[in-house]
């Protein structure tokens, strides 16, 4: 597949069949994603790969976590942002809204916190000691390896309601201090009969946040 391809085709995949992805497959997402530019070549992210009884439990605690919070009236809070952005937020989330079904709900929290049914998460990690400007290069790392799933064939959804709860990711996983959670990633194969998988957030036009200066 042609990267421009990859790159227009790739949407957020928000279901997932159970089948489990090869090591070897998940072991070519984190090498493309390494080819990513760092600043002075640091290379400064860890990725740690969680399948099978680890993602079942870390899903139970996130999910349970989610629950307990919600019923004692705290549910996670949705940090509010200005416009134009708030606008775009509230039509992202009416339009997934559409796909509200009395057989198969969707559920945006409950969704992103079980990963959708991907059987794998992929933990992009920093190191605790780096400054938060190299997570510019994480960014850089993750897009590379959502454009190499969409090029094997693969959905993908990054995650990042689940790093509300890092303490949680934290315990669950054994990380030590120096690792900082920054971002999650579920990846598996696109479940195609569930509607939610035809959904495609729209974009702004490129001239609109695009400035000339000659
Ligand atoms: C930093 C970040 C965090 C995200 N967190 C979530 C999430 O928790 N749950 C979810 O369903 N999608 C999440 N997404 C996916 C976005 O909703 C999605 O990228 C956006 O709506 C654009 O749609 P597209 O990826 O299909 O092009 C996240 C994306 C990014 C980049």
């Given amino acids: 597949m042609e990267v421009r391809q990859a790159i227009y085709q790739r949407r957020s995949i928000r279901a997932f069949l159970p089948e489990p992805v090869a090591k070897k497959t998940l072991l070519q997402l984190v090498d493309a994603a390494i080819q990513a530019p760092s600043a002075r070549n640091m290379q400064p992210w860890q990725f740690i790969v969680v399948t099978g009884k680890a993602r079942e439990r870390l899903v139970r605690q996130l999910v349970r976590t989610f629950e307990t919070e919600a019923a004692a009236g705290q549910p996670l809070p949705a ?20 796909y509200q079904q009395e057989a198969a709900p969707f559920d945006l929290l409950r969704g992103s916190l079980s990963f959708y049914g991907a059987p794998a998460v992929i933990l992009v990690a920093l190191d605790q000691r780096l400054a938060p400007d190299r997570l510019f290069d994480l960014g850089a790392a993750t897009q590379n390896l959502l454009l190499m799933a969409q090029s094997l064939g693969l959905g993908t959804c990054v995650i990042g309601i689940a790093i509300r709860y890092k303490h949680i990711i934290r315990e669950e996983l054994q990380l030590p201090e120096s690792v900082n959670p920054v971002m999650t990633i579920a990846v598996g194969k696109t479940d195609a009969s569930q509607p939610i998988t035809t959904f495609r957030a729209g974009r702004q036009d490129a001239a609109d946040c695009l400035t000339w200066i000659d």
């Fill in 79 to 98: 940090p509010d942002v200005p416009e134009p952005y708030h606008s775009r937020v509230q039509q992202f989330l009416e339009a997934l809204q559409a």
